[in-house]
């Protein structure tokens, strides 16, 4: 089965990217347990699953080498359950954060995932599984926007670009002008 989710942020693409990519290894994985820990929970409110234990099937999250553009950074992704007896599949898919103009880049999450228990797995993934990976897909995507968003840096307003930093307290002027200032089963 196919997933894809996208969320768009108001940072410039060169922030996001620098961000995606730095240390991703140190806050990727953590954002991608909590949301297999959420997909389970999921599959026991929809009753696809028994129990309502606090669940703690420890996911694994493998990231591959980022393929960078000047518009464009993508990462190969592959999320796997280290227990493989439940409802919550494996994924393979990238992360990418895409140039959509001076102020905005969109963040994707495209994923593969194959029903697990055979016959009666694409059954359920039919009838309710699949929305419950889009539902965490998105909770994950939603995460990882967030993260990016707090971490980059805001951008300099054209004014600022090139002057020298203000000493002391600094006074503007009213009036006459705008001001603009500034986020489971996968």
């Not at 140190?26 to 409110?45: F, I, K, Y």
């Not at 895409?98 to 999450?109: F, H, K």
């Not at 359920?124 to 998105?138: I, P």
Request: glycine share 10%.
């Amino acid at each position: 089965m196919f997933l894809k989710t996208y969320v768009e942020l108001a940072k410039p693409f060169d922030q996001v990217r620098q961000v995606l990519l730095d240390d991703v290894d140190r806050w990727l994985p953590n954002l991608a347990q909590e949301t297999g820990q959420e997909g389970e929970r999921m599959l026991v409110d929809v009753g696809l699953a028994v129990g309502r234990r606090r669940l703690r099937r420890p996911a694994q999250l493998l990231v591959g080498s980022a393929q960078v553009s000047e518009r464009l950074a993508s990462l190969p992704i592959q999320l796997r359950m280290r227990r493989s007896d439940g409802l919550f599949p494996s994924f393979d898919g990238f992360l990418e954060a895409a140039w959509l103009g001076r102020e905005r880049t969109q963040l994707v999450l495209e994923a593969q995932y194959e029903p697990p228990l055979g016959l009666m797995g694409r059954a359920l993934d039919r009838g309710m599984l699949h929305r419950v990976a889009e539902t965490a897909a998105r909770g994950l995507l939603e995460a990882v926007a967030a993260r990016i968003a707090a971490e980059a840096k805001p951008s300099p307003s054209p004014d600022q670009v090139g002057a020298p930093a203000p000493v002391g307290p600094c006074l503007q002027p009213t009036g006459g002008g705008d001001h603009e200032h500034d986020a489971g089963p996968f």
